[in-house]
């Protein structure tokens, strides 16, 4: 089983930037694939960003498109999102999930955090 507990979240006004952190716990995190998805009021969620155990990234890029970067630290067990130039449109709850097996790097995370709010004002 693996813990996740998302921080970092907040009020921000439009073109500003925040960190997300997500730290694990429960298995060795250098095991894990890690990703960061969203889900705005009325929508599905949405992926955002993983990044492997191996640190290869993969992005939404229609959604991010440069904006975002995600990075993982294994000494700290824990994995970011800094968010650069947000929009109101970036405003969501914003989770972390963990895997370790195969199969896409953007689907089928079984272990999820709470969630961390983000609100982007115009």
């Known amino acids: 089983q693996v813990q996740l507990v998302e921080s970092g979240g907040g009020l921000v006004q439009a073109g500003g930037s925040l960190r997300l952190s997500c730290a694990a716990s429960?298995?060795?995190?250098?095991?894990?694939?890690m990703a960061w998805f969203r889900q705005a009021p009325g929508k599905e969620r949405e992926f955002v960003a993983t990044?492997?155990?191996?640190?290869?990234?993969?992005y939404n890029e229609d959604s991010v498109k440069g904006r975002f970067t995600i990075s993982r630290n294994n000494a700290k067990n824990t994995v970011y999102l800094q968010m650069n130039s947000l929009k109101p449109e970036d405003t969501a709850v914003y989770y972390c999930?963990?895997?370790?097996?195969?199969?896409?790097?953007?689907?089928?995370?079984?272990?999820w955090g709470q969630g961390t709010q983000v609100t982007v004002s115009s």
């Open positions: 999930g963990a895997k370790s097996g195969a199969g896409p790097m953007t689907t089928q995370y079984p272990y």
């Open positions: 429960g298995r060795a995190f250098s095991t894990l694939h």
């Open positions: 990044i492997s155990r191996n640190y290869a990234i993969i």
